[in-house]
């Protein structure tokens, strides 16, 4: 038996072990296309799913790319994904060359496309949609033996799905206020240099809950601080509404903190001398129209509490008093950074409830986290890894904070 025989059996074994780990068919399908990728040394993949409303169109569900697919579609028929989507038989374009598709090249905007794979994405009864892969990672063209591969491991996550149970339509997402692209981060110690951000390229979107996941070190908070103006890139822009903050004064970057962002800090960072009241009454007066103070503490479930000093609250009190104190300013967005990371298990699910209804109410939350059940929660997760976005998933079932385990 030789070598590429073996990688495809070792391969299946891997995929049919995630899939059949998974939890739920949402997680059947993300677990299986990371191995797909992992396995087969594949650089980016996108999975393009069949719109419920319009079978023409197409949708991104989950992609390992550095670009951000949200809001792009393939209409049936039209390039590789379309035409793939549309004959049901499997594209290869293993050697491209530039000019070849550029219905193509519009839609990956962003990747230098070498080599691709296409694979429809059916069961025997349904057209889900397609697999599209592109590149590999030590860039060399996609084998056809390789190409072979790819088809029957889409064949193999195709059994997955159970007839029985419908796909769900993920949460329609609305315009872009926030548009990161090209951002890096920098820091020069001598003649050391750390780069902490190497190209990150991001929209957020109004009303999402978007969940920024990585381990410590990966650029995520830098990412957040930068795009809520409490930081400068090295290179790159981010545009909010249209309005370019990176450049801008320290006048104006106040202004932009002020009238639109909220947040939520681990440490709380609340006066200590000032009670609850007095806290969110403290930013009140910083904006024009702000949420009365009772009515922000009676949101989080504290109408009872204002009048107590942080020291007279436990820390998940202190934490639901941040959240307040960030909705006192009506923001159109919430940052919060680990903001269960100080919890215990019950009070962490507490504070996230209450960011639910914060969501839940069309306000658009940034969190930053490294707990991987909290992207349950959320409309999209963005994973980083190495200081660049490295996987997107749409999530189309979401659960509510109690439904939460760790």
């Known amino acids: 038996m030789d070598q590429s025989t073996i990688k495809t059996y070792r391969t299946v074994a891997a995929v049919q072990s995630a899939i059949g780990n998974a939890r739920t068919l949402d997680a059947a399908l993300r677990e299986g296309l990371r191995v797909m990728a992992s396995e087969m040394g594949v650089e980016s993949c996108i999975m393009w799913y069949a719109d419920g409303h319009d079978g023409r169109v197409l949708r991104p569900y989950f992609w390992l790319a550095i670009a951000d697919f949200t809001q792009r579609r393939v209409t049936s028929g039209v390039g590789v994904v379309g035409r793939v989507f549309e004959s049901r038989c499997a594209e290869r374009l293993l050697d491209y060359r530039p000019g070849a598709d550029p219905t193509t090249e519009e839609l990956l905007v962003g990747h230098e496309l070498r080599s691709m794979v296409a694979v429809p994405f059916s069961t025997l009864q349904t057209d889900l949609g397609v697999l599209q892969f592109i590149n590999k990672t030590d860039g060399t063209p996609f084998t056809d033996e390789e190409a072979d591969a790819l088809e029957m491991l889409a064949m ?112 709380y960072n609340l006066m200590p001398n000032l009670t609850a009241r007095q806290n969110l009454e403290l930013i ?10 009772d009515e922000a503490l009676e949101v989080v479930g504290l109408s009872n509490r204002k009048k107590n000093y942080p020291s007279q609250m436990s820390g998940g009190q202190q934490q639901r008093v941040s959240i307040a104190r960030a909705l006192v300013k009506r923001p159109r967005i919430i940052f919060a950074d680990e903001p269960t990371a100080a919890l215990d298990y019950s009070t962490s699910i507490e504070v996230l409830q209450v960011m639910e209804r914060v969501v839940a109410t069309g306000t658009t939350m940034v969190m930053v986290t490294h707990n991987e059940e909290i992207c349950r929660m959320a409309d999209r997760v963005v994973r980083m890894r190495d200081g660049r976005t490295h996987e997107v998933t749409v999530n189309r079932v979401r659960v509510g904070a109690t439904d939460l385990v760790w």
């Open 156 to 267: 193999l996550a195709a059994l997955a799905v159970d007839e029985s149970e419908e796909l769900s339509e993920p949460k329609p997402v609305g315009e872009a206020i926030i548009q990161v692209r090209g951002v890096t981060r920098e820091y020069v110690n001598g003649d050391n240099v750390t780069k902490v951000l190497k190209g990150v390229n991001l929209d957020v979107y109004e009303g999402e809950f978007l969940v920024l996941l990585g381990e410590s070190g990966c650029g995520k908070s830098t990412l957040m601080n930068i795009v809520a103006g409490m930081d400068a890139p090295t290179s790159g822009s981010v545009e909010f509404c249209g309005r370019q903050i990176v450049g801008a004064t320290q006048s104006q970057l106040t202004e932009y903190r002020r009238d639109n962002i909220g947040f939520i800090f681990q440490s």
């Open 284 to 293: 009140a007066e910083l904006v024009d129209d702000p949420m009365p103070a």
